[in-house]
């Protein structure tokens, strides 16, 4: 059952028609806990957002989060009932986001450190961010050449 109340920010038809390459829509169990998260420790921006449904922009990219109850009806939905960490085996990975700071801000609201900022043999940079629901999120960044 849907919570939001008044019109869409725009005709659901309309938004499908203008989406391109790939997508990531996470289903949540609180859109307000998860936009938060993203903004204040990815440095996301909130494109719109109401109890049903947000659209993100990250790193470059669209990320869409539907609340569960939206998907009642979905046989989906059943892929996340019961399930604390969601996400099993996905990793959100943001390519220019500072793995330092976003480790900073996580920590600084309580949000799970899996594994802190540290420089990797791939050439990264990045640190291993829980965000609510369970979804593991990568931000990272090229490290320097070494001369």
């Excluded at 829509?25 to 806990?33: E, F, R, W």
Aim: charged share 20%; aromatic share 8%; glycine share 10%.
């Amino acid at each position: 059952m849907m919570k939001r109340t008044g019109a869409p920010w725009m005709p659901a038809d309309e938004f499908g028609r203008s989406l391109q390459g790939i997508g990531l829509n996470l289903l949540v169990s609180d859109i307000t806990a998860m936009t938060d998260f993203l903004i204040e420790v990815l440095s996301a921006r909130s494109v719109y957002q109401d109890p049903d449904f947000a659209v993100i922009e990250i790193s470059g990219g669209t990320l869409l989060l539907h609340a569960d109850h939206t998907y009642l009806d979905h046989p989906f939905v059943a892929s996340v009932q019961g399930v604390e960490a969601r996400g099993a085996g996905l990793e959100i990975r943001l390519y220019g986001v500072d793995p330092d700071e976003a480790e900073a801000k996580a920590t600084a609201r309580d949000h799970i450190v899996l594994d802190g900022s540290t420089d990797k043999p791939h050439g990264l940079r990045e640190a291993y961010l829980l965000g609510p629901d369970g979804y593991c999120f990568v931000p990272s960044r090229a490290l320097f050449p070494k001369t």
